[in-house]
């Protein structure tokens, strides 16, 4: 079964910025297709952003949009959310997760999760 660990949360001020890391392992876990998801205090779990197996596509959310990057390193069992100019309204639990296909990169299609990294943007 594939495993995801995520890393790099914290505190971070308006305007900062954080990189978040998640290490995918498991049978064939290059063949994934890799999503980003927050879940804040009393809210529904939301979709930030996916990138692709080969790192060749990736979307993301309208409230994330030109201010945070998805990557994946070398090897693709890594990848990276790159998140600027950090508002109050992002702060919450940021998961990642991997389906078989980038098609199926949704909330409720990811095959596996991991547990989550707290990030928190307040003054």
């Known amino acids: 079964q594939v495993q995801l660990v995520e890393s790099g949360g914290g505190l971070v001020q308006p305007g900062g910025s954080l990189r978040l890391s998640c290490v995918v392992t498991g049978f064939s876990v290059d063949l994934y297709a890799i999503g980003w998801f927050r879940q804040a205090p009393g809210k529904e779990r939301e979709g930030v952003s996916c990138?692709?197996?080969?790192?060749?596509?990736?979307n993301y959310a309208d409230s994330v949009k030109g201010r945070f990057t998805i990557s994946r390193g070398i090897p693709k069992n890594m990848v990276y959310l790159q998140m600027n100019s950090l508002k109050p309204e992002d702060t919450g639990v940021y998961y990642c997760?991997?389906?078989?296909?980038?098609?199926?990169?949704?909330?409720?299609?990811?095959?596996?999760w991991g547990k989550g990294t707290l990030v928190t943007v307040s003054s």
């Open positions: 990138i692709s197996s080969s790192g060749d596509s990736t």
């Open positions: 997760a991997a389906a078989r296909s980038y098609d199926r990169c949704g909330r409720n299609n990811m095959n596996y």
